[in-house]
């Protein structure tokens, strides 16, 4: 009796400092994920085009498939299914060796020949791949290549093996069945290679609202639901475990250079000045973003406050009255984005204030040609090294090829080439916006990326929060 | 070519921290050599961080691009501000470098309404590291120079306390971000010369040099299956320099006596709880936690993360449990929930002793803390102020000398494995 006593004392005196310290992870348990994008495929050469389900796709290819290489938190170059790598001077022709003994998981040995088979999906213009050996992979280009490793770390050149419901990957999971649209069940690849993941599987729900995500993590019926940056703050208050990354997406206007409406610099620069950044991120973006006349985000680059982005009415009225103003110009965003609808609106506002009459207009971007004037489009960085991020923002924003982003590699070049972009306001940054993502109170080891996504391998489940059983002892 | 980074980093000679540590008298006396192998680790160590970032090279390198942006003026203004996470002394001492780089190229420092160029220049910081950011205004010309800087890496420091009982001192640091796993002081006394280091790839013997510790060689674990997720493993030394690395599914034996050598092979023994090889022993899994099958008698209550025991020589041992439970022995009584995965018995001269070193109950992401608690019976009760980590504590086990357990810690700013020896004095 004197010792369970002594004992309970001790353990509630420690007890007091829980929350301070470490448990060893847990292996078993099911992590049940939500999303709302309506993922129809899992092939990771394939273009998503809205931003939700960019990351969506980002996110659940990283759970099935390795890249080459990956980028730390720093943004240096990591070993993943290639060991090491190396380049010729001027950086136009690069060998990767590969590692051994690695297989997908449905038992294809992988090689070099499966990489190039892969990577040969995206089609990159740049440069070109092959097979060396059975373990070595050599790209070559007409055109330096500095950022190579950061491009290949991006899950778009993710390794893939087979297509459509039978594709396949080297990644901590594997795919145990997959209704496209609705539901993915994965299971922990036993023999990863980097380590078998905590839990046994995961479920993913598609498809599902926010409001439903919220719901079903408030019953306990979900693990990790996406929560959108503007309501970040309010599920925090709420009680709710909160998690976000570093702003990984920017919001911009981009002007139709097919528009004659808006070929006139000065009223493209009139609507700019009349944006009030700070006042979309105080209001609409609930203070979780970072107003900004850059693309990238000061975290990544170091100089995006080199580029204005203060609220200039009076230069805005000075503009309007030296230019032909159109009668209406015609703003679109992305209908299923709701936060894209309110910045969108938020513009229209800032325009008219300047008497610029602007329509914002609902539509489903990149499903046709847009006839709009302007469009507000969100695009993900998907890197956290700043010139594949850069160039992927160029990529969706100027389809125009421009060689000085993709051969830039210094944050001197980095900045000339994003200046240039920004160059004659055909370009119009607002603010960038992390991803936030809600937890249930069982999901342990949750570490957040600086860039976004999960390290879904490293999380585990606390059992005694409710749903699973422990599985225990399996190796 | 990429090349994972191995080598020592620098620790260092005497330094300006000297007058930090506790001096040894009166009680204290009798743990003279423990508390020499704590100075001379924790010397070298906080010298490491002391070791200064030379601004002199962007310095040099700004002032270059001034002159070919602007024309080498004559006269040039300077505004400094600092959008970084450095600290006010550095700010100054970045100041005084570029006001000197800037006057060596022949640009005299004045105040903005006399000057022929402006430069502003703004200290920021990226994903990589310092950047400085110097916009120059030359007649009606703006330009912007943007010059990456290395980046110094500040761990916190270690330290040590004459106001408490449970001592941390810094052994190693990883240079890269492989796991370490367990080290071994060797040499011992007041006289460590040497570290075996066991990580996830290799076993690794370092000697101390006067300013450093000096890789002497490393052996690789070759391994045919991946490892398992939260990878363990233990090292156990002899006074003869042999020892024994256990990691799951192999077994490595060897000597560091003279060089190292190693072999390692597939096995399954039983892995030492204790200090020595001649202590009970439990069989270790294919993941992160030991069986609870045990050799030598003694009985758990099932699957455990560690165990320490309760007493020297005792047959009862504590279980930290894989459910979390603190356990006694194998009783059928449920165990106390909330604790921590990792114990450790300590030996010293205060109370019963023998303490035991418990770490916490959050997770891989959270700081981390290890308490010294006193054994009464089967009883355990907090003894003294935890220390801190500035991450998870990921190993604790006990040293061969049984006065001390060697904690490894992951510390969640440089994403760095730390090893540290805990020992134990009286107040």
Known sequence: MKRSVFLLLAASILLAGAGHAATRPHYGGTLRIELRAPLASLDPAETEISSAAQSAQEHIAALIFDPLVRLDEKGAAQPALALTWQHAPDFKSWQFTLRSYIKFHDGTPFNAAKAVESLLKIANPHWRVRAEGNDSLVFESDSPLPNLPA????????????????????????????????QLVLKANDDYWDARPYVDSIEIVLSRSLHDQMVDLDLGRADLIEIGPEQARNAVQ????????????????????????????????????????????????????EPSGALLPQWISGYAFLFPM?????????????????ATLVLEYDFSDPLAKAVAERVAVNARDAKINMQALGENLGARGSSADLQLVRVRFASLDAPTALSNVAATLSPADAPETRAASTAAQVYRAESAMLNGFQIVPIAQVPEAWGLSGRVRNWMQPRAGGWKAADVWLDVSQGADSHAEGRP | MYQGTTG??????????????????????????????????????????????????????????????????????????????????????????????????????????????????????????????????????????LIPVFTRQAPPLPGISSTITLHKTFLWA???????????????????????????????????????WELEQSQPIARSKPWPRDLRGRLLVGHDRKFEAYLPGMKCSGSADSGLTMECH?????????????GPRAFFGARNFFTGVMTSGIASPGPFFSAAGAQPDSKEWFFLQTSNQLHFGASASPGISGWGSNVAAVKSNCGRSWQILTTGTGDYTQSDSVQATEVEGSAIAPAGAPVDFPGPVTALWPASDSNSAIAVSKNLGTGKYEAFSLSITCR
């Open chain 2, 174 to 212: 990883q240079p890269d971000a492989t796991p370490v796993l367990d080290v071994a002081v060797l040499g011992g006394g007041s006289n460590p010369n040497a570290l075996l280091v066991l990580d996830s790839s290799m076993v690794s013997l370092y000697h101390a040099q006067q300013s450093h």
């Open chain 1, 238 to 289: 709420e009680g709710k475990r909160v998690v976000a990354s570093s702003p990984n997406e920017v919001f911009a206007l981009v002007f139709n250079p097919e528009k004659a409406l808006v070929r006139d610099e000065r009223l493209r620069e009139t609507i700019a000045s009349a944006l009030d950044r700070v006042a979309i991120n105080n209001v609409l973006l609930q203070k979780e973003g």
């Open chain 2, 266 to 278: 597939s096995a399954d023994d039983p892995w030492p709880l204790g200090t020595n090889s001649d």
């Open chain 2, 8 to 145: 020592s980093p620098w620790l260092s000679a005497m330094g300006e921290q000297s007058e930090k540590v506790p001096k040894t008298h009166g009680r204290y006396r009798a743990l003279a050599p423990v508390l020499g192998i704590l100075l001379f680790f924790l010397l070298q160590y906080s010298h490491a961080q002391s070791t200064p970032t030379n601004w002199n090279e962007a310095a040099r390198e700004l002032a270059r691009q001034i002159s070919e942006k602007a024309g080498s003026p004559s006269t040039i203004s300077l505004t400094i501000k600092n959008s970084s996470s450095l600290p006010n002394a550095d700010v100054a001492e970045i100041r005084h470098t570029v006001e000197t780089q800037l006057s060596s190229s022949g640009m005299r420092i004045v105040k903005p309404d006399q000057s022929v160029a402006d430069l502003q220049l703004t200290l920021s910081q990226n994903v990589q590291g310092w950047l400085w950011v110097a916009e120059i205004h030359h007649g009606t010309s703006s330009e912007a120079v």
């Open chain 1, 310 to 326: 203060a609220h200039n009415l009076e230069r805005a009225l000075q503009l309007r009255g030296e230019i032909m103003v159109p």
């Open chain 1, 151 to 182: 491009e290949l770390a991006q899950m778009r050149y993710a390794i893939a093996h087979g297509s459509g419901n039978a594709i396949s990957g080297t990644g901590p999971f594997q795919v145990a069945s997959w209704q496209p649209g609705k």
